[in-house]
């Protein structure tokens, strides 16, 4: 009696184990698809030099990835009235994993290590308000 009892928990045990799984730790590894829409998103921020707000900015916002992933979703028939979404909607569905903004702060690391080892470490070019002063330094 004993064994029959146990054998029919043993299913409703095993749905119970699985109930609250989560990802393993670490960086999550993105699809195909989501590597592309990814490493376009990163070029472009660090194109910009906006890696350092970049990853402040993922890092202070680290628990709440899935939340935004939802956001994303919320938003996407706007954004499908504007655009189209499938780059959108390959990065909403990668920000649903737990281990998304962690490689995506690797990813800038990495641009930014291949920018410094190809001589890209060089001061950054005078913006404008800099030439503006310059020409006032040799006006006196």
């Known amino acids: 009696m004993n064994a029959m009892l146990s054998q029919g928990r043993r299913p409703a045990l095993r749905w119970l184990k699985h109930a609250f799984a989560l990802d393993p730790p670490g960086p999550a590894e993105p699809s195909d698809e989501e590597r592309l829409v990814v490493d376009r998103l990163c070029r472009y921020v660090h194109q910009r030099h906006l890696t350092a707000p970049a990853r402040l900015l993922l890092e202070s916002t680290l ?27 390959h990065f909403a569905g990668f920000l649903e994993r737990r281990g998304a903004v962690e490689y995506l702060c690797q990813r800038l690391d990495e641009l930014e290590k291949e920018h410094e080892t190809h ?9 404008d308000l800099q030439r503006d002063n310059d020409d006032d330094d040799e006006e006196l």
């Open 63 to 89: 628990p709440l990835n899935f939340i935004t992933s939802q956001v994303l979703h919320f938003f996407a028939p706007l954004v499908s009235a504007v655009t189209d979404t499938t780059g959108y909607s």
């Open 119 to 127: 001589g890209g470490g060089a001061a950054a070019p005078a913006t």
